[in-house]
């Protein structure tokens, strides 16, 4: 299904994220989760995209599979690292023949590994070129033009530390195209309502999506804020965790938490909620039994 028909129907939309598994036994583990996820009712799941090659066949075959296994849409996330203009047309290719509709195209960040990496030899340095060549290759292509969604920051990206220019940079990302933002993860709403008052003045009118993730572990919350560009830790949620005896407690303090973000972000009319699963779906159910509804639909506003 084409995101903008998903929003058409849903005022607002719940979906989960996941990354491509590293081996058979997490696949299966994987699936497993999603069908534990799938009678939540997601309104669409997504796939990140890694920086290497390895990982990004796997992004594809995950993305093609749940398309064709499940009844969930699949959205594929996209990036412009490491990538020339033939493969990106190849990818595309290759999903809108397996029925894939929808792309969060992204800029990505160089591999790891590499020192003084060049981004001059990618055929796109920003995501905004990335969201134009989507939508020209939709254009010129007979298949159906894909959904794309964009990444957003409410505490803004480091790359540019210019909060001005960089909703700037942002509005010429939607208006190359894109469907509606997706947020990074945060831990302060206000972050977030700021974030969107800000879109709002900057002429923005795409859906906004808050990105929520719940803290399992203590060393997952620093890995968290190591990948999560921006995402800041309240010092609260730093005491709570610092509290607790054990990761057990940690991440009934991440669910405990996430619950009272989703709560307040459906008061105040959030348009859809994201939930990073890290590949489980403990934390995201539980969730939702915190918020005394079986399924995404119970969650839609009166
Ligand atoms: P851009 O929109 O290109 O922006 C990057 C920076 O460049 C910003 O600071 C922006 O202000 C600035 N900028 C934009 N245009 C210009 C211009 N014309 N001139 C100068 N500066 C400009 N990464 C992955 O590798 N794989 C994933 O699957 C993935 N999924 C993500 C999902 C979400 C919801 C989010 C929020 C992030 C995700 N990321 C992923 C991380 C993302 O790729 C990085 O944070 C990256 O650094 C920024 O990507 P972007 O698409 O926002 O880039």
Known sequence: MHINDIFKAYPTTFSFEFFPPKNEEAAVELFANIARLQVLHPSFVSVTYGAGGGTRERTHDLIVRIQRETNLTAVSHLTCV???????????????????????????????????????????????????????????????????????????????????????????????????????????????????????????????????????????????????AGARIPADLLRAVNRCKDDAAVANVGIQWATEQCRKLLDHSVRGIHFYTLNRSDATRRIYENLGVQDSLALQPQ
């Open 82 to 228: 490491c990538h020339s203009r033939d493969e990106i047309n190849a990818i595309l290719d290759r999903y809108a023949a397996s029925g894939v509709e929808n792309i969060l195209a992204l800029r990505g960040d160089p591999p790891r590994n590499a020192v003084n990496y060049d981004r001059a030899r990618d055929a796109f340095q920003y995501a905004e070129q990335l969201v134009r060549f989507v939508v020209e290759w939709s254009r010129n292509s007979a298949k159906p033009p894909f959904g794309i969604g964009v990444a957003g920051f409410p505490e803004g990206h480091p790359d540019t530390p210019n909060r001005l220019v960089e909703m700037d940079n942002l509005k010429r990302k939607v208006d190359a195209g894109a469907d509606y933002i997706c947020t990074q993860l945060f831990f302060n709403n206000h972050d977030f309502y700021d974030f969107r008052d800000r879109c709002e003045l900057a002429g923005i009118r795409v859906p906004i999506l808050a990105g929520i993730m719940p803290i399992s572990s203590k060393a997952g919350m620093i890995r968290m804020a190591d990948l999560a």
